[in-house]
């Protein structure tokens, strides 16, 4: 393979020195028609003239996935015979004889030192989260395991969530709440009070009683070593009546609830995947909604102009009240 410039297709290139960085080396080019200066990764696992074309494939993938397109149709690019010939030497690509096309072959073992470069991280990364994506996807067929996730995000929103207090004119919030608000524990306590008002919206939303069968993780210590004093501020917010209205809110909204917690739970899993190109993040989030969609009967698009009017319609719950909670802080996306 003749190497060309990219500019003016000149074939009249010679070596220009090389550029040592933190992703590899660089092999710079100098066209001699049009002085034209590019460079070039280098990777040893590869031929020097093959690099231009691996990375090309890895290029059209990442491309293929974020614009939508399935793993079997992603990243395939046009090939020409001596291409094709080349190609054959490489363990870890595929070629597509009949159509002249060929690709990275994501099922293939990767050298590592090509997953180290910019393009095969990302490369990798899409491929983790088409695997979230897909088990994701097989919670479709599966209302245990579904349920089961909607919870665990749930409760994850909630151990993230953070609470703040409002109230119209001083005094009104009550005393023992103030208290413990205020109170250096107040981190502590925030968790409990989070942990009982998952339990809270899995029974009334769900009718889950048992949550243990859920294993949400922390239960146990969650709800350990409460004092008298803790057990009267949780009563007053579950018994105020902001937050009936809150659960009668997702009562009628049980979607918008599902589609926030299970956003948080595979954020979680993008997390643990450390996933964090934002088309990768993206293509799983998506899923999710489609899911959450699927489940209860309704277009996607619906469901996010719901989540887009959330902040809204938590708003005018509680506007009304002399005291509350800024449920924006708390329901919300990751
Ligand atoms: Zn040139």
């Given at each position: 393979?003749?190497?060309?410039?990219?500019?003016?297709?000149?074939?009249?290139?010679?070596?220009?020195?090389?550029?040592?960085?933190?992703?590899?080396?660089?092999?710079?080019?100098?066209?001699?028609?049009?002085?034209?200066?590019?460079?070039?990764?280098?990777?040893?696992?590869?031929?020097?003239?093959?690099?231009?074309?691996?990375?090309?494939?890895?290029?059209?993938?990442?491309?293929?996935?974020?614009?939508?397109?399935?793993?079997?149709?992603?990243?395939?690019?046009?090939?020409?015979?001596?291409?094709?010939?080349?190609?054959?030497?490489?363990?870890?690509?595929?070629?597509?004889?009949?159509?002249?096309?060929?690709?990275?072959?994501?099922?293939?073992?990767?050298?590592?030192?090509?997953?180290?470069?910019?393009?095969?991280?990302?490369?990798?990364?899409?491929?983790?989260?088409?695997?979230?994506?897909?088990?994701?996807?097989?919670?479709?067929?599966?209302?245990?395991?579904?349920?089961?996730?909607?919870?665990?995000?749930?409760?994850?929103?909630?151990?993230?969530?953070?609470f703040?207090f409002?109230?119209?004119?001083?005094?009104?919030i009550p005393e023992k709440l103030h208290n413990v608000v205020l109170s250096p524990k107040w981190g502590v306590f925030a968790k409990k009070i989070?942990?009982?008002?998952?339990?809270?919206?899995?029974?009334?939303?769900?009718?889950?009683?048992?949550?243990?069968?859920?294993?949400?993780?922390?239960?146990?210590?969650?709800?350990?070593?409460f004092n008298?004093n803790i057990?009267s501020v949780i009563?007053e917010?579950?018994?105020?009546?902001?937050?009936?209205?809150?659960?009668?809110?997702?009562?009628?909204?049980?979607?918008?609830?599902?589609?926030?917690?299970?956003?948080?739970?595979?954020?979680?899993?993008?997390?643990?995947?450390?996933?964090?190109?934002?088309?990768?993040?993206?293509?799983?989030?998506?899923?999710?909604?489609?899911?959450?969609?699927?489940?209860?009967?309704?277009?996607?698009?619906?469901?996010?102009?719901?989540?887009?009017?959330?902040?809204?319609?938590?708003?005018?719950?509680?506007?009304?009240?002399?005291?509350?909670?800024?449920?924006?802080?708390?329901?919300?996306?990751?």
């Open positions: 393979m003749k190497r060309v410039c990219p500019r003016c297709g000149s074939s009249q290139v010679r070596k220009y020195g090389k550029v040592r960085l933190q992703q590899g080396i660089l092999q710079k080019f100098r066209c001699m028609s049009c002085k034209h200066v590019w460079h070039t990764r280098i990777v040893q696992c590869i031929p020097e003239d093959m690099s231009d074309l691996v990375f090309r494939m890895f290029r059209a993938f990442i491309r293929d996935i974020d614009a939508g397109k399935c793993l079997s149709d992603a990243g395939w690019i046009p090939l020409n015979d001596n291409e094709i010939e080349r190609l054959r030497e490489i363990d870890f690509c595929e070629i597509d004889y009949e159509n002249m096309n060929g690709r990275i072959n994501y099922k293939s073992q990767i050298p590592t030192e090509l997953l180290l470069t910019e393009e095969g991280r990302v490369f990798h990364e899409f491929l983790r989260a088409v695997g979230i994506a897909q088990k994701v996807e097989a919670l479709k067929n599966n209302d245990a395991e579904y349920l089961k996730a909607v919870a665990a995000g749930l409760n994850e929103m909630l151990k993230n969530a953070q703040i409002w109230e119209k004119k001083k005094g009104f989070a942990y009982l008002l998952t339990v809270n919206l899995l029974e009334s939303i769900w009718g889950i009683s048992d949550v243990s069968k859920l294993h949400l993780g922390s239960n146990k210590e969650e709800i350990a070593g008298s057990n009563n917010i579950k018994e105020n009546p902001q937050w009936a209205k809150i659960i009668d809110f997702f009562r009628s909204n049980k979607d918008v609830l599902e589609a926030l917690s299970l956003a948080w739970f595979v954020s979680q899993r993008a997390i643990e995947e450390e996933i964090g190109y934002l088309g990768a993040e993206l293509l799983i989030l998506e899923t999710a909604m489609k899911i959450v969609a699927d489940k209860n009967n309704e277009d996607v698009a619906i469901l996010r102009e719901k989540l887009a009017n959330l902040n809204e319609e938590l708003y005018r719950l509680v506007c009304e009240e002399i005291w509350g909670v800024n449920w924006n802080d708390v329901f919300r996306l990751p």
